[in-house]
T-cell receptor, first 113, second 116 residues
Framework: QQPVQSPQAVILREGEDAVINCSSS?????VHWYRQKHGEAPVFLMI?????EQKGHDKISASFNEKKQQSSLYLTASQLSYSGTYFC??????????????FGQGTILTVHP | NAGVMQNPRHLVRRRGQEARLRCSPM?????VYWYRQLPEEGLKFMVY????????ESGMPKERFSAEFPKEGPSILRIQQVVRGDSAAYFC??????????????FGQGTRLTVV
């Protein structure tokens, strides 16, 4: 089952904040976040492991609630370069196919000047 | 250090022809994943390979599609007798270790297949 991302789209002005959520119905081992600009490859942002770790990357950070099987991506003081489609990819607990990611449908983020 | 290299970037095939997509992983990476992305949609897992082994092909259509990752050379995704519905962007990703959160997967630029 595909994780569900919300919202589907966000429109911001430069400097505003946004939160993108990713929710799964399966037990997760890790969550991976990527950003993709139109016509380009997905670019890795960060991995979160089970254990509720919160990680940061410049003004982009994320959390992972293992019990709720949810992850959130936080973008603060957004810049024009943040525009793109954000995907969460989930790695399920158990099984043998580590590294196989199931991606959400994406959240389109548009930042205006 | 070159990233994941995919070629060709764009491929046009007539219905019924064969399409061959190539992926060279990052240096030192021995795990390759293929994903398909339809227009305006997310990435869908197709197949996971290590050198000379298919580990998980649960996302591959049963017919016409095959993948390999030989001991030498790039990974190849082959689509035989292409149909219009095969038109999509095909992305390859590679990683060092297969997961358990230890490492991230890096994506190539993708091959955009158009079937006419």
């Amino acid at each position: 089952q595909q994780p569900v991302q919300s919202p589907q789209a966000v429109i911001l002005r430069e400097g505003e904040d946004a939160v993108i959520n990713c929710s799964s119905s399966k037990a997760l081992y890790s969550v991976h976040w990527y950003r993709q600009k139109h016509g380009e490859a997905p670019v890795f942002l960060m991995i979160l492991l089970k254990g509720g770790e919160q990680k940061g990357h410049d003004k982009i950070s994320a959390s992972f609630n293992e019990k709720k099987q949810q992850s959130s991506l936080y973008l603060t003081a957004s810049q024009l370069s943040y525009s793109g489609t954000y995907f969460c990819g989930t790695e399920s607990a158990g099984g043998t196919s580590y590294g196989k990611l199931t991606f959400g449908q994406g959240t389109i983020l548009t930042v205006h000047p | 250090n070159a990233g994941v290299m995919q070629n060709p970037r764009h491929l046009v095939r007539r219905r019924g022809q064969e399409a061959r997509l190539r992926c060279s992983p990052m240096k030192g990476h021995s795990h390759v994943y293929w994903y398909r992305q339809l227009p305006e949609e997310g990435l869908k897992f197709m197949v996971y390979l290590q050198k000379e082994n298919i580990i998980d092909e649960s996302g591959m259509p049963k017919e016409r599609f095959s993948a390999e990752f030989p001991k030498e050379g790039p990974s190849i995704l082959r689509i035989q007798q292409v149909v219009r519905g095969d038109s999509a962007a095909y992305f390859c990703a590679s990683s060092v270790f297969p997961g358990q959160g230890y490492t991230e997967a890096f994506f190539g630029q993708g091959t955009r297949l158009t079937v006419v």
